[in-house]
């Protein structure tokens, strides 16, 4: 039997039996139980799912401004949380902050788009944007962190998944000491970024350690905690938005775009398009509840 659970999330709240009726009747589904989640967010048990009515479902609630996802229904056993930074956790591209900040012309918005885009090489433009630091005073840093914007339902996400026993890791190709303020505000047990080389005069060396500034480098630190720990991919639930995200989102038992690009969008099923990042507990089934602030 191919039970899987639908997890349905809006913004607004609604009437869950008009919801659950409007699924039986457009995708023909056997519910064979549900779960009110929260006002806006709602659990459908379905008998043998097919997994050609995924097309549908994308169309009929993108046009409802509904989010939803799709898991087994056997398997609940899920470990470790893995959540990008820039632009899933905070709404800042970090680094475009900091280059912006020292007035360079580069265009930095771009070339950051390209690189999240997948169209070009990552570490290149890794390189070419920190070079663009060299000689700034690392103070810089405080001016970046004062225009640090959290998304909603972040902290909300990472309490409540660590109050389950998972082991939540911030994973990104930004830098220390960034990551570290934002993964600490947060609440992360775990933060793996680059890092920022300074020299004698506390001033950015123009170069950087890299740790998570390949592309498939958060792939690489999927296996080291499935190593290190026993753990399997299945067993992993991550959030992200850009090309540096597909692997790791790819091979995560539950790997979730957020508020994504395209080529997350093209390649990755489960998404949130329009609500926060609470939605990611929504998708596990977790009741509102159960939910820590
Ligand atoms: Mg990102």
Known sequence: MNNKFLSLVANEKFVAD??????????????????????????????????????????????KQIDFCIRDKNFKDFKVLLCDMDATMIANE?????????????????????????????????????????????????????????????????????????ESNLITGGFKPISTYVGEKLGFKNIVSNEFNFDEKDCFTGDYIPITGEKNSKYKYMETISLDKNISFKEMVSVGDGSNDLQMLKHSGLGIGYHAHQIIKDNINLQIKFTDLKSVLFYLGIQESQFID
Request: charged content about 30%; overall charge neutral.
């Open 94 to 166: 970090t680094l475009d902050d900091l280059v912006k900040i020292t007035g360079s012309d580069f265009n930095v918005d771009e070339t950051s788009k390209l690189a999240m885009e997948g169209k070009i090489d990552l570490r290149t433009t890794l390189k070419n944007r920190v070079e663009i630091l060299k000689g700034q005073p690392k103070s810089l840093i405080d001016e970046v962190l004062k225009g640090i914007k959290f998304n909603p339902g972040g902290k909300t996400l990472v309490s409540t998944l660590n109050n389950l026993g998972f």
């Open 18 to 63: 008009e919801l659950i009726n409007f699924c039986k009747e457009s995708f023909s589904f056997k519910i064979l139980s549900t779960r009110i989640l929260s006002n806006h967010a709602l659990e459908i048990e379905i008998e043998n799912f097919d997994k050609n009515k995924i097309q549908d479902l994308n169309k009929i609630f993108n046009q």
